[in-house]
């Protein structure tokens, strides 16, 4: 984890999905050859032991597959150099996360925000059965059918993506700032779109909103926690106190995470205004390290300490999520029955299955370790490492392999799907709220 905030963050590996974690980069300063840097700081900082018959061979990307756990990573230069310009918002390309399933097509798992997919309307839960380029049809057998296909298009050219339900987005391949949040009402929506001078800026968009929430209540949505989310987030947090909501549901499913600083801003929003914990780590030694909540701006916002706090997770919800989460819980700002988790089909649960993913139900991700990145100064080379666990704001909760699930008291809720289009499980969440007040 870097000791530099900016630069700390959570991560996980999850299927299809870009996704989160907590990672610092400590400049090694170094003559040393690559593997002897890599072996050094493998035993030096590494949570779990490693005998030394780990380190033979001289690919490091090979010893660090076959040796670190599924959390840890070797990048070359280039690698790590493309993965922080990602990881600062700046992307390239349509946008989209996705997976396949037989006899239903191309699945759209994630969609971007400000991303070309998210511009022509596509959203998160479509199914695409065919897609168009240069006057070509194709129809895909599997998803890397569909990554060669999209990969063929050159920048700028027109990409038809032809729904299931027969509607058709027309994305193409380009650079843009990601946007990391979006908040609806049932009048209103507020979304980040480019700024004519560069970034991002708030844009009204009110074929965002949700009819069927309550008055006096909003909904944010958070897909990850990197670039400019918090930044996003504290605008969001402002408006909602300045159109006198009462309410808030929080939309964590399949947010993996991203940087440590980002959670620490806005559990701020949660806070008591004050210096509060928002997260310890632990290493090896028993070493721990304080992370509390953080201002994005001098003039941050909070939200009322009678704001009504309800959050949607399910087993994408990983490391910063659940780590903000932790915070809202020990904050007294969140109870465990307003957690509503996705309950998944039988339909769902056996795509997982045959598509040799984890099974993971009506529960949050449970990731509760940290990694940091360390870089070669010299190579530029990276080394991402599980170096800690995280606990709770309490100092004792740690949900690494647990999450949170029904038997803390949280709320499940079918879901036919991760995502559905018309998101119906966002809906039957409305309901449930709707009979507690």
Same mark, same amino acid.
């Given at each position: 984890?870097?000791?530099?905030?900016?630069?700390?963050?959570?991560?996980?590996?999850?299927?299809?999905?870009?996704?989160?974690?907590?990672? /610092?980069?400590?400049?090694?300063?170094?003559?040393?050859?690559?593997?002897?840097?890599?072996?050094?700081?493998?035993?030096?900082?590494?949570?779990?032991?490693?005998?030394?018959?780990? *380190?033979?061979?001289?690919? $490091?990307? #090979?010893?660090?597959?076959?040796?670190?756990?599924?959390?840890?990573?070797? @990048?070359?230069?280039?690698?790590?150099?493309?993965?922080?310009?990602?990881?600062?918002?700046?992307?390239?390309?349509?946008?989209? !996360?996705?997976?396949?399933?037989?006899?239903?097509?191309?699945?759209? !798992?994630?969609?971007?925000?400000?991303?070309?997919?998210?511009?022509?309307?596509?959203?998160? &839960?479509?199914?695409? #059965?065919?897609?168009?380029?240069?006057?070509?049809?194709?129809?895909?057998?599997?998803?890397?059918?569909?990554?060669? *296909?999209?990969?063929?298009?050159?920048?700028?050219?027109?990409?038809?993506?032809?729904?299931?339900?027969?509607?058709?987005?027309?994305? !193409?391949?380009?650079?843009?700032?990601? =946007?990391?949040?979006?908040?609806?009402?049932?009048?209103?929506?507020?979304?980040?779109?480019?700024?004519?001078?560069? +970034?991002?800026?708030?844009?009204?968009?009110?074929?965002?909103?949700?009819?069927?929430?309550?008055?006096?209540?909003?909904?944010?949505?958070?897909?990850?926690?990197?670039?400019?989310?918090?930044?996003?987030?504290?605008? $969001?947090?402002?408006?909602?106190?300045?159109?006198?909501?009462?309410?808030?549901?929080?939309?964590?499913?399949?947010?993996? +995470?991203?940087?440590?600083?980002?959670?620490?801003?806005?559990? @701020?929003?949660?806070?008591?205004?004050?210096?509060?914990?928002?997260?310890?780590?632990?290493?090896?030694?028993?070493?721990?390290?304080?992370?509390?909540?953080?201002?994005?701006?001098?003039?941050? =916002?909070?939200?009322?300490?009678?704001?009504?706090?309800?959050? $949607? /997770?399910?087993? &994408?919800?990983?490391?910063?999520?659940?780590?903000?989460?932790?915070?809202?819980?020990?904050?007294?700002?969140?109870? @465990?029955?307003?957690?509503?988790?996705?309950?998944?089909?039988?339909?769902? $649960? &056996?795509?997982?299955?045959? !598509? +040799?993913?984890?099974?993971?139900?009506?529960?949050?991700?449970?990731?509760?370790?940290?990694?940091?990145? *360390?870089?070669?100064?010299?190579t530029k080379e990276a080394l991402k490492l599980t170096t800690a666990q995280i606990y709770w704001p309490d100092e004792k909760t740690c949900i690494h392999d647990k999450g949170v699930t029904a038997e803390d008291g949280c709320t499940p809720v079918p879901a036919q799907w991760e995502r559905t289009k018309g998101d119906?499980?966002?809906?039957?969440?409305?309901?449930?709220?709707?009979?507690?007040?």
């Open positions: 984890m870097r000791l530099d905030l900016k630069n700390k963050l959570f991560k996980i590996a999850f299927p299809c999905v870009l996704s989160l974690i907590i990672s /610092a980069a400590f400049i090694a300063g170094c003559s040393l050859s690559s593997y002897d840097w890599f072996v050094k700081t493998v035993k030096k900082h590494y949570f779990y032991p490693v005998d030394d018959s780990a *380190f033979e061979g001289d690919d $490091l990307k #090979e010893i660090a597959g076959r040796t670190l756990d599924k959390y840890s990573a070797y @990048y070359t230069a280039e690698e790590y150099k493309n993965l922080m310009k990602s990881n600062s918002g700046s992307k390239s390309g349509i946008g989209i !996360s996705y997976s396949f399933a037989e006899g239903k097509g191309i699945y759209i !798992s994630s969609v971007i925000g400000n991303s070309p997919a998210y511009i022509s309307g596509l959203r998160a &839960g479509e199914w695409i #059965e065919s897609a168009s380029l240069g006057g070509e049809t194709a129809v895909f057998e599997k998803s890397s059918d569909f990554a060669d *296909f999209v990969n063929s298009a050159k920048e700028e050219e027109k990409i038809n993506l032809n729904s299931s339900d027969g509607k058709v987005y027309t994305v !193409s391949k380009s650079e843009y700032t990601a =946007s990391y949040t979006y908040m609806a009402s049932n009048d209103n929506a507020w979304i980040f779109s480019s700024a004519a001078n560069g +970034g991002l800026a708030v844009t009204p968009l009110y074929s965002e909103i949700i009819p069927e929430l309550p008055d006096g209540t909003a909904y944010i949505n958070i897909s990850q926690f990197y670039g400019t989310a918090s930044r996003e987030f504290d605008i $969001l947090v402002n408006k909602f106190n300045a159109e006198k909501f009462t309410s808030l549901i929080i939309d964590l499913r399949s947010n993996g +995470g991203g940087y440590v600083n980002v959670m620490q801003d806005m559990a @701020y929003a949660f806070s008591n205004n004050t210096k509060t914990l928002a997260m310890l780590s632990r290493d090896k030694k028993g070493r721990e390290e304080k992370f509390y909540c953080t201002k994005v701006s001098p003039n941050a =916002s909070v939200l009322a300490q009678d704001t009504k706090i309800y959050v $949607l /997770a399910n087993s &994408g919800t990983a490391s910063a999520s659940e780590a903000l989460i932790g915070a809202m819980i020990c904050y007294g700002r969140l109870e @465990y029955e307003n957690i509503f988790l996705s309950d998944y089909s039988e339909e769902y $649960l &056996g795509w997982l299955q045959s !598509s +040799g993913q984890e099974i993971k139900n009506a529960r949050s991700y449970g990731k509760g370790i940290m990694q940091s990145t *360390f870089v070669n100064s010299f119906e499980e966002l809906k039957a969440v409305i309901e449930i709220i709707r009979t507690r007040t």
